[in-house]
């Protein structure tokens, strides 16, 4: 087995799941490659040691550029907030690296599309990390609209809700500064909703949205994190994003979407859903329950009708198969290293994994097309 050496840029949340995954990756799923934790980057470089010490990193960098410019380094990983993902990228894209991006993929469409021009030229493999295509009842769903069980689709309903704002006291985070995060409850997770919708169905080609900040001014946050100064500043700061977008979509194959990002809605922690409607069938898929997908059919015979639940916990059901015996259920986790393990595929095979930058890019322009048509008033077209 050859090693790949990764730079993991950014050391929090979503550097500890993405770490887990290049751990765990070749135990399940042994290939030609396996990762090799070489250097973890964050500012502080405490933190970072602590965080190299955890999850078994190498070395440790405080300057991502050194981190990106390393002749030992094939593979960046990007785990920071979105205002840094451009930059990054087209870093490692100059130096040759293969590159791995944390979702939304940019702050804008012109930086995802610069983004995705410089992988292409610098004919690096890339991949954006929209996991939740990685869970199996999620990949099962897809192959169930693709060999035709579903008929053709009508309605697309996505939402994506959490809650872990509605407290008015809740600092002032990254998340809430347009600057750093682009956008709120949209691109956080609304992109994933959206990312889910364009693979599931189809390509979305109009949207007419709201956007609503509900809670304008938070607490500076005592650590001083985010754009807004020093440690220890008191005060309140303004929160220049939204709490919740939702909008009605066109998708290029004629059906219709309803979707909802928030984190205003009580009790829902993570509630990345679906529901889809065909001719033939329907579909419905909840995060918080991801071993289940529930399936009604037409062909089922009169007065048996109605949704079934499948645990897709089966071998020959995607992903399942490397893991445990039916009914030994997965989690959160194991959707980063689902995504490694295809990345890790795609660079044995010379392919491009998915999803990737040009995927990104066309969330992307969906999620600029929301913006405008919240400012608008108006239905507006993605850009293509
Ligand atoms: N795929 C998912 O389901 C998922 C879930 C959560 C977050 N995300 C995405 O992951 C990215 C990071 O989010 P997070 O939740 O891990 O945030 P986080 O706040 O937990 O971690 C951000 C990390 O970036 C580092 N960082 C910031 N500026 C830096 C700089 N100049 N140089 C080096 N490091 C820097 C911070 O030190 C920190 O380690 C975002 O794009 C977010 O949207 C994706």
Redesign the pocket.
């Known amino acids: 087995m050859a090693e790949i050496n990764i730079a993991l ?7 500890k799941a993405h770490s887990n995954a290049y751990r765990q990756v070749s135990h399940f799923f042994p290939g030609k490659l396996q990762p090799r934790l070489r250097v973890i ?4 470089r405490a933190g970072a040691k602590a965080a190299a010490r955890q999850y078994g990193w190498e070395e440790v960098e405080t300057d ?1 550029r050194k981190a990106v410019e390393r002749r030992d380094v094939q593979v960046v990983d990007i ?4 205002n ?1 993902h451009h930059d990054i990228a087209l870093a490692a894209a100059a130096a040759g690296k293969h590159v791995i991006c ?3 993929l940019a702050n804008s469409l012109a930086e995802a599309r610069a983004m995705l021009k410089a992988v292409e030229k610098a004919g690096v493999c890339h991949m954006v ?1 929209h ?1 939740y295509r990685k869970v199996p009842a999620v990949a099962f769903a897809k192959r169930l609209i693709e060999d035709g069980t579903m008929g053709d689709i009508y309605h697309y309903h996505g939402a994506y809700l959490q809650d872990w704002i509605m407290d008015p006291n809740f600092p002032l985070v ?1 998340r809430l500064d347009k600057k750093v995060a682009g956008s709120g409850a949209l691109g ?1 997770i609304g992109s ?1 909703a959206l990312d889910l919708a364009q693979y599931l169905n189809s390509d979305i080609t109009a949207v007419a949205s709201q956007m609503t900040t509900f809670i304008k001014e938070r607490p500076l946050p005592a650590d001083g994190a985010g754009a807004w100064g020093a440690k220890g500043k008191k005060g309140k700061g303004k929160v220049t994003v939204d709490d919740d977008a939702n909008f009605l979509a066109h998708f290029k194959n004629g059906s219709v979407g309803v979707f909802e990002a928030s984190r205003f809605c009580g009790g829902r922690r993570n509630y990345n859903t679906f529901q889809i409607y065909g001719s033939k069938g329907s579909l419905a898929f909840n995060l918080e329950r991801m071993n289940e997908l529930e399936l009604y059919s037409q062909a089922d015979a009169a007065g048996r009708q109605g949704f079934r639940t499948i645990n897709v916990t089966e071998s020959h059901h995607p992903y399942v198969g490397a893991w445990w015996p039916p009914g030994h259920i997965i989690g959160y986790e194991h959707t980063f290293i689902h995504a490694v393990h295809d990345f890790l595929v795609a660079l044995e095979k010379d392919s491009l994994p998915e999803p990737n930058f040009r995927d990104g890019a066309r969330d992307q322009a969906v999620l600029e097309a929301v913006e405008l048509s919240a400012q608008s008033g108006r239905w507006e077209k993605v850009a293509r």
């Open positions: 840029i950014g050391y929090k949340f979503m550097g980057c964050g500012r502080d991502w785990c920071t907030p979105g840094l944390e979702k939304p990390m996991n990254w956080d994933h």
